[in-house]
């Protein structure tokens, strides 16, 4: 199980790369025998992570979900090809959007 702590820090604030690496390292630190799994949307943040985990050699397994009618075409492609180029596998996950907002959002 995964817990978030809010608490000051006492140290400078580093870059986003050095805070990414840095939470990739302490997740690992916490959870040393479980395999880092990332869902990878196409945008910067997500790549900014899966980066994180592949410095620190965490090698995470790498899902990206498509939604239907092809409405993230886009960001499934550039996901995609930045894995590939990575030299990563990765998941794709179909995932009915329409379906859930209409039947399954509200309860969520």
Not at 18 to 36: G, I, S
């Amino acid at each position: 199980k995964f817990k978030t702590i809010y608490d000051t820090i006492n140290r400078p604030v580093g870059t986003l790369w050095d805070e990414a690496v840095l939470a990739a390292k302490t997740t690992m630190e916490a959870h040393p025998n479980v395999k880092p799994k990332l869902f990878f949307s196409g945008g910067v943040d997500s790549e900014v992570m899966v980066r994180a985990f592949l410095e620190i050699n965490a090698k995470p397994e790498i899902y990206i979900v498509r939604y239907e009618d092809d409405i993230n075409i886009r960001d499934v492609s550039y996901a995609i090809s930045n894995t590939l180029a990575l030299g990563q596998d990765y998941k794709v996950i179909d995932f009915n959007l329409k379906r859930f907002f209409e039947n399954e959002a509200e309860k969520v």
